[in-house]
């Protein structure tokens, strides 16, 4: 009887549980969480309800065998250089241009960004997606942003080329 009880209890009591928490700022404009309000300002924050867990594809449980696992689909990044355009034209007498890439999907927190310039790392790996480059030979450049984690390469950027102009003077 205390087991049936205890096995009620333990099923019923998490969808009664729910959590109350209070904002407010304080006078020096410290925003301040807890689960009392505390402050005569505390408003009520209002969290939706969390997500329905995943069971997999709606098959009888009769017709699937244990062996059956169901598979997450991985979100898939994409990596991309948004400037300079490929077959650009730079013209800088200091050898100075700004990479810019796009990131579509999440970058997960261990994962970074190394640029590749004419196939070399360029720089120390970061998470952002913008790199000033300075003092680069003129002539004709390649490059490509890969994201990296645990060593490995997970997307990569299609290699664009530029051609970087730096003005000479000429002796007459």
């Not at 969480?33 to 969290?47: E, G, K, M, N, R």
């Not at 009769?62 to 994409?78: D, M, N, V």
């Not at 002539?139 to 102009?165: D, M, R, Y």
């Amino acid at each position: 009887m205390k087991s049936a009880l205890i096995l009620i209890l333990c099923i019923v009591s998490p969808l009664s549980w729910s959590i109350e928490i209070y904002t407010w700022v304080d006078e020096k404009g410290m925003q301040h969480f807890s689960d009392h309000p505390d402050s005569p300002q505390a408003s009520l924050i209002v969290l939706p309800d969390p997500p329905a867990p995943y069971l997999g594809d709606e098959v009888s449980p009769a017709t699937r065998s244990f062996s059956e696992t169901p598979t997450l689909q991985p979100i898939r990044l994409k990596v991309s250089i948004r400037t300079p355009t490929h077959d650009t034209t730079i013209r800088n007498n200091a050898g100075n241009f700004d990479v810019v890439g796009h990131i579509d999907g999440k970058l997960h927190v261990s994962a970074k960004l190394q640029l590749l310039l004419d196939g070399k790392v360029y720089g120390a790996p970061k998470s952002t997606p913008h790199w000033s480059l300075s003092g680069i030979d003129r002539g004709t450049h390649t490059l490509t942003i890969q994201a990296q984690q645990n060593g490995k390469v997970i997307a990569s950027s299609n290699t664009i080329t530029v051609h970087l102009h730096r003005a000479s003077v000429q002796s007459p």
